[in-house]
């Protein structure tokens, strides 16, 4: 902002020992108002209040490594709700700049992107990271900076534990999976269940302690429980011991490339498509469908939005990705639509770019429209409104009931 400033006064570029003092002066007084600004980014000062010129708004998703297949959607969706919003003039003469950074699915990643976006970028919010783990990493660098982070996709617990500046608005397990396995042990009647997990995930873990939670609840037996890592290919130890249990179902918490894998391999080896896969979060990507194929068939989670959903904002997200993108938007993309939304209405009602503006204006959400359906806050932090059960049908997500 500053070089931009400088560069946009001819004066500096005078010859003479005249202009040459004028030019330092001015150069002085730039520096002096430069340093006066609000670190956002945008061109006014926050005792102003008011929202004009840029708005910056970080954006971090994994876009490459095991959680692409997440955050490909989300930036697709919250590239398109900017978009929206500016060519609308949602905020007025304030416009949103988005700068997004791809973590590369590792915390490292996710914790060097927050310190660009913050210190360089000078951003009044940030959107993202994609995974829960790479939030525990990075998300306590925007709280010591008491720079807004909402999470679009973090679903593990502990994550508006980090700080009254983590706010999220993805349903967490704890939230979704009780009742995807009340509903799916009430149709379906299973009575014995493998439960498979990987160990080394913050999101993967917290699913487990859901799913084992709510089956102990509704009385389900575990017959086994067999682990596994991210990145992990030959699951054919695990499944072949959970063959000869012959259970009923097989719970599975996994991120989609490692639950593809699982669900390709129990096949081979064996195991009937009678015997349903259901999971949680990381099964709801549409990748899920193409890396396992007819394998998927069938396998059910807990989510937080439909596609189908009829509310008249879903209807017009819906209709906007396909056109833009000539394919149908996930959960994923819907929740990150719905967070660029969410912030966009803090900045508004707000009518500031403060930071701090931000995050209080958020917390007073209540029953907003959005592609979530109608949203609030709840004092943690943490999103409210319904989830949803689905199941892949001919290789598509529908409703399962
Ligand atoms: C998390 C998740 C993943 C499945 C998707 C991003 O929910 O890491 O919290």
Same mark, same amino acid.
């Given at each position: 902002?500053?070089?931009?400033?400088?560069?946009?006064?001819?004066?500096?570029?005078?010859?003479?020992?005249?202009?040459?003092?004028?030019?330092?002066? !001015? =150069?002085?007084?730039?520096?002096?108002?430069?340093?006066? @600004?609000?670190?956002?980014?945008?061109?006014?000062?926050?005792?102003?209040?008011?929202?004009?010129?840029?708005?910056?708004? /970080?954006?971090?998703?994994?876009?490459?490594?095991?959680?692409?297949?997440?955050?490909?959607?989300?930036?697709?969706?919250?590239?398109?709700?900017? @978009?929206?919003?500016?060519? /609308?003039?949602? +905020?007025?003469?304030?416009?949103?700049?988005? #700068?997004?950074?791809?973590?590369?699915?590792?915390?490292?990643?996710?914790?060097?992107?927050?310190?660009?976006?913050?210190?360089?970028?000078?951003?009044?919010?940030?959107?993202?990271?994609?995974?829960? @783990?790479?939030?525990?990493?990075?998300?306590?660098?925007?709280?010591?900076?008491? !720079?807004?982070?909402? /999470?679009?996709?973090?679903?593990?617990?502990?994550? %508006?534990?980090? /700080?009254?500046?983590?706010?999220?608005?993805?349903?967490?397990?704890?939230?979704?999976?009780?009742?995807?396995?009340?509903?799916?042990? %009430?149709? &379906?009647?299973?009575?014995?269940?493998? $439960?498979?997990?990987?160990?080394?995930?913050?999101? %993967?873990?917290?699913?487990?302690?859901?799913?084992?939670?709510? &089956?102990?609840?509704?009385?389900?037996?575990? =017959?086994?429980?067999?682990?596994?890592?991210?990145?992990?290919?030959?699951?054919?130890?695990?499944?072949?011991? #959970?063959? %000869?249990?012959?259970?009923?179902?097989?719970?599975?918490?996994?991120?989609?490339?490692?639950?593809?894998?699982?669900?390709?391999?129990?096949?081979? +080896?064996?195991?009937?498509?009678?015997?349903?896969? #259901?999971?949680?979060?990381?099964?709801?990507?549409?990748?899920?469908?193409? =890396?396992?194929?007819?394998?998927?068939?069938?396998?059910?989670?807990?989510?937080?939005?439909?596609?189908?959903?009829?509310?008249?904002?879903?209807?017009?997200?819906?209709?906007?990705?396909?056109?833009?993108?000539?394919?149908?938007?996930?959960?994923?993309?819907?929740?990150?639509?719905?967070?660029?939304?969410?912030?966009?209405?803090?900045?508004?009602?707000?009518?500031?770019?403060?930071? +701090?503006?931000?995050?209080?204006?958020? $917390?007073?959400?209540?029953?907003?429209?959005?592609?979530?359906?109608?949203?609030?806050?709840?004092?943690?932090?943490?999103?409210?409104?319904?989830?949803?059960?689905?199941?892949?049908?001919?290789?598509?997500?529908? &409703?399962?009931?």
């Amino acid at each position: 902002m500053l070089a931009a400033t400088i560069y946009g006064l001819p004066a500096v570029h005078g010859e003479g020992p005249l202009s040459h003092s004028v030019s330092l002066l !001015i =150069l002085a007084v730039v520096l002096v108002l430069g340093a006066c @600004a609000p670190a956002t980014g945008s061109q006014q000062s926050p005792s102003q209040g008011g929202l004009s010129g840029e708005i910056r708004i /970080g954006a971090v998703w994994s876009l490459t490594g095991g959680g692409a297949v997440y955050g490909a959607s989300q930036q697709k969706a919250a590239e398109l709700a900017v @978009a929206a919003l500016n060519d /609308g003039s949602y +905020l007025g003469s304030g416009k949103i700049t988005l #700068i997004t950074e791809d973590d590369r699915s590792t915390k490292e990643g996710a914790q060097a992107a927050f310190e660009k976006l913050i210190n360089q970028d000078k951003v009044v919010a940030l959107l993202g990271p994609t995974l829960s @783990a790479n939030a525990l990493a990075a998300d306590p660098i925007a709280q010591a900076k008491k !720079i807004v982070v909402l /999470g679009v996709s973090n679903t593990a617990g502990g994550i %508006t534990e980090m /700080g009254d500046f983590v706010f999220r608005n993805s349903l967490p397990e704890s939230a979704v999976q009780p009742n995807t396995i009340k509903a799916t042990q %009430t149709k &379906l009647g299973y009575k014995r269940v493998a $439960l498979m997990y990987g160990d080394d995930d913050a999101f %993967t873990k917290a699913g487990y302690d859901v799913f084992k939670a709510a &089956l102990d609840q509704a009385k389900v037996e575990i =017959l086994t429980t067999e682990t596994f890592k991210r990145g992990d290919t030959d699951y054919s130890a695990q499944l072949t011991k #959970i063959r %000869t249990l012959n259970p009923d179902a097989i719970v599975v918490s996994a991120l989609a490339e490692e639950a593809a894998g699982i669900m390709s391999q129990a096949r081979q +080896l064996g195991i009937p498509a009678t015997v349903r896969f #259901i999971g949680g979060n990381g099964f709801n990507s549409p990748q899920l469908a193409k =890396l396992a194929g007819p394998a998927a068939e069938g396998a059910i989670s807990g989510a937080a939005w439909f596609v189908a959903g009829s509310t008249a904002p879903n209807k017009t997200f819906v209709d906007a990705y396909r056109t833009k993108y000539g394919a149908s938007p996930d959960q994923f993309s819907a929740q990150a639509y719905a967070g660029v939304y969410l912030m966009a209405s803090a900045l508004k009602s707000a009518n500031s770019s403060n930071p +701090l503006a931000i995050r209080d204006a958020l $917390l007073k959400m209540k029953d907003v429209d959005t592609v979530l359906g109608k949203f609030s806050f709840s004092p943690g932090r943490e999103p409210i409104h319904d989830p949803v059960v689905q199941v892949i049908k001919n290789g598509e997500f529908a &409703l399962f009931q």
